[in-house]
């Protein structure tokens, strides 16, 4: 079924009666946080983080202990009441699909995305860093959403319950229902480009590429590509203590950073930024394809956009591939 609403605040106060609600908030739509009473979505542009963190909370505790004779450490799961994310983009979804086959065995994993609705927005334009469909995604894809919506040329929304999960989000909705509704439009806008068919095969054999060199001369190590990525999830597990408490977490990591393969011995395999690179890019676009059969990347462009130093991950891909960067 499908529904006209006239603005996003509606639609968020509607939304809240179901759970809590989560979409881009911040200064343009930066990243995903709880939407707060009276607040409207930013949705006019790609959050500069990935929805991520709500699947993979970048801080989870899940044993807490004291400091007392026989205490037992208490295990804490995540918190799954009710709730929506609203305005995730294809893009996003199609990162989500790395997490869900990742993280399968997990039944926290699971719970919590079975207690999660997703309201997708179907983006209106191109950004200039975005090669989805070099990646084979849509940016008008509607797959992974229970709800679908996209803004009309008079400022209207269309909104359209897709599987049963979103029928149920969208029962008693106050809105009017629309037999015929008008298509999504999408502006296109010049973007990187990169020829994705072969792409896992072609990197077969390039561990030992004078390429890595080059790729890594520009990396400063600040691991923003991994942390705004949507298909990353690399983490590590840590013992904290706070006085006489403490707490074992889970925590974001990245296999950018110099201490991630580093061993108790002090041997560390990757010391160098070539070799760091290097996995970072064989883990996307050739390790994981041969185990799953598709790349893990989304080609959302947050790598690109959010790099200090201008490094551009179809440029060093088509290096990689005896090409030249434009």
Request: glycine share 10%; net charge negative; aromatic share 8%.
């Amino acid at each position: 079924m499908t529904w006209i609403v006239d603005d996003l605040a509606g639609l968020a106060a509607f939304l809240r009666g179901k759970g809590t609600v989560y979409a881009p908030v911040g200064d343009g739509g930066t990243c995903y946080g709880k939407l707060a009473r009276e607040q409207e979505p930013e949705l006019d542009s790609l959050t500069d983080v990935s929805a991520r963190h709500l699947f993979q909370p970048m801080t989870h505790y899940y044993l807490k202990f004291e400091d007392q004779p026989n205490a037992d450490a208490g295990f804490r799961d995540f918190d799954t009441a009710p709730r929506v994310v609203l305005g995730m983009r294809p893009c996003d979804l199609r990162g989500l699909e790395v997490h869900d086959r990742v993280f399968a065995e997990s039944e926290s994993y699971r719970k919590l995305r079975s207690a999660t609705t997703i309201v997708g927005y179907l983006c209106p334009a191109r950004e200039s860093s975005c090669f989805c469909d070099s990646m084979g995604g849509d940016p008008l894809s509607r797959e992974g959403m229970d709800v679908s919506l996209y803004r009309t040329d008079d400022g209207t929304y269309v909104v359209t319950a897709e599987t049963d999960r979103g029928r149920a989000l969208m029962d008693g909705a106050p809105f009017a229902p629309s037999g015929q509704a008008p298509p999504p439009k999408f502006a296109e806008a010049d973007h990187p480009k990169l020829e994705a068919v072969g792409l896992a095969e072609s990197l077969n054999g390039t561990e030992e590429s004078d390429g890595w060199e080059d790729i890594g001369f520009a990396c400063v190590n600040c691991r923003v590509c991994t942390y705004v990525c949507p298909t990353c999830h690399c983490f590590t597990v840590t013992d904290e203590v706070f006085g006489t408490e403490g707490g074992r977490a889970t925590v974001w990591d990245s296999c950018q950073a110099k201490s991630f393969t580093k061993e108790a011995s002090g041997h560390n395999p990757r010391a160098g930024k070539p070799e760091r690179v290097r996995q970072r890019i064989l883990h996307k676009y050739n390790y994981y394809p041969k185990l799953h059969g598709a790349l893990m990347c989304s080609g959302c462009g947050r790598c690109i956009k959010g790099c200090p130093t201008g490094r551009n991950i179809v440029e060093e891909l088509t290096l990689l591939r005896g090409g030249s960067r434009s």
